[in-house]
């Protein structure tokens, strides 16, 4: 595979990190973790993982239940070198990587981290980051730990939403964990919480975003909402889309997630790009999956109105596209 040729001459006899982005969930931080160890095999001397705000709580609980430790970079810790898995964009990251070269391997739609990376493996087709780290991982021809691979299998049942929107691949490569050990009932147990399990906080990020949700309507029959809550963006926007929203946005301080329904897409309506437009407008950087995407807002803003701003935004975005007009991407 020529990548991996050329991502073993980068990095053969070099101290490495690898960058992901923050509040990490499942998906970001096995590819880290298992992008690490492809690293050290390639003859990279050292590697440790850098995630602003570091791993989320439910990534954190997985890596204390599986037993697996990960090498988060320290403050004095410094690289010429950087791997960046499961991000697009800089602001993703917290700014810039302060690096000579990068590689990228990502999932995403192609972003700004796309256009200056040395070496770059991008499939936005591809379900789930893990799953093209994965591919690295067997062509270059070592195993995974049980842990490892349970961990891995987490990761994809998680991003797919339990393979739902899992792609042909996405199933060779979890047939590929189960002959490396992982255990599917244990990976599952990891993401398939029952209602009563869930935190107090995340209950209540629900309901308080969708008490201060402002909700418009779109093209006639599409219901656009939006809010702002103090943790668990990602999870509230998801929330509001089960709730009936056909695009969702969630704001939490000068970041936000997006969300659309399958009636949206099937539509051709791509939070990816409802995400690029809000970024265009607001400033800041915009991207992600035709499902699910995130925005990074260059400033600090008023939380509140920003999201009535963004849902106002929106509908005037889909009314131009329900025209026939559509917006440069």
Do not use: W
């Not at 087709?125 to 067997?138: G, Q, Y």
């Not at 009936?244 to 997630?257: L, M, P, T, Y």
């Not at 969300?259 to 949206?264: I, N």
């Not at 963004?310 to 009314?319: G, I, M, N, R, S």
């Amino acid at each position: 595979m020529d990548f991996l040729v050329r991502v073993k001459q980068i990095v053969s006899g070099k101290a490495l990190m690898v960058v992901t982005h923050g509040n990490a969930d499942l998906d970001a931080v096995s590819s880290g973790l298992l992008t690490c160890e492809l690293l050290r095999h390639l003859g990279a001397i050292s590697c440790c993982i850098l995630i602003p705000e570091g791993p989320s709580r439910d990534s954190r609980k997985a890596l204390e239940l599986l037993g697996i430790d990960i090498k988060l970079c320290e403050d004095e810790e410094k690289a010429d070198t950087a791997v960046v898995v499961d991000a697009s964009n800089e602001s993703q990251l917290g700014g810039s990587l302060g690096v000579k070269q990068y590689i990228l391997i990502d999932h995403h739609e192609a972003g700004t981290l796309a256009l200056k990376a040395d070496v770059k493996l991008v499939d936005p087709e591809a379900p789930t980051c893990i799953e093209l780290v994965l591919d690295l991982i067997r062509a270059a021809g070592f195993e995974l730990s049980p842990q490892q691979a349970t961990l891995a299998m987490a990761a994809m049942l998680d991003e797919t939403g339990l393979f739902e929107r899992a792609s042909a691949r996405t199933f060779e490569v979890a047939a590929y964990l189960l002959r490396s050990g992982a255990n599917y009932e244990e990976a599952l147990a990891l993401v398939k919480r029952p209602k009563d399990q869930e935190s107090l906080d995340l209950r209540l990020a629900r309901l308080k975003g969708a008490s201060r949700a402002k909700v418009l309507r779109a093209c006639g029959d599409l219901v656009v909402v939006s809010t702002y809550v103090g943790s668990y963006e990602a999870d509230v926007a998801r929330s509001l889309v089960s709730l009936g929203a056909d695009v969702a946005i969630a704001f939490k301080e000068n970041r936000a997630s997006v969300r659309v329904s399958r009636q949206a897409l099937e539509r051709g309506i791509s939070a990816s790009s409802i995400a690029a437009y809000l970024a265009k407008r607001l400033g800041g950087e915009g991207g992600g999956h035709r499902g699910a995407a995130a925005l990074n807002l260059s400033a600090q803003v008023d939380e509140e109105k920003e999201a009535a701003r963004a849902a106002d935004l929106v509908v005037a975005y889909l009314t131009d596209l329900c025209r026939g007009r559509g917006h440069e991407q």
